[in-house]
């Protein structure tokens, strides 16, 4: 039976004519005794439990810390991968621009070899042209005379006066060996 401090006041002992009734305050205070033994054992599991609480609450007050240094840590390094990212694509940019400028640069000297390439080749090809129309110039010649001479085989000899040079003067005036 539970037992309130107002009770405890304002209990009332039966009085006899040497006092109180002794079984009743005995009842009374062996009442009051178990009374206050739960009150004290509910207080020691009351503590108890408190300090359980209360390291629960430390614990995840700890657990909270160490998440909170955990996340801090991986936004660092999250922020460290991104600028390192940032660094590399950078870097792999300007590389591949170096490259671009490279391959461009590479490609206007060849094309200023194939340039000179081209104007040698015309070159040779106006030179080759030149050679070829003289030959055949000279063979159109060489044509003209022999038809000249088939043409002057079948017409009848003319009587020619003799040459008034000598083969000497012939080979001074031409300069024959």
Known sequence: MRITPIEI???QFKSRMFGYDTSAVDSFLEMLADELERLHIQNNELKESLSRTRNSLDELRDR???LQETLMTAQQVTEELKNNARKEAEILIAEAHLEGERVVRDA???RVQLLSEIQEIRRQKISFEGGLRSLIENHLKLMDMDNLLQIEEDEP????PEPLLTDDDLDERFDFP
Do not use: I
Not at 157 to 160: F, G, I, Q, Y
């Open 9 to 11: 006041q304002q209990h």
């Open 64 to 66: 909270e810390k160490a």
């Open 108 to 110: 206007n000297e060849r």
């Open 157 to 160: 000899p003319v009587n020619l």
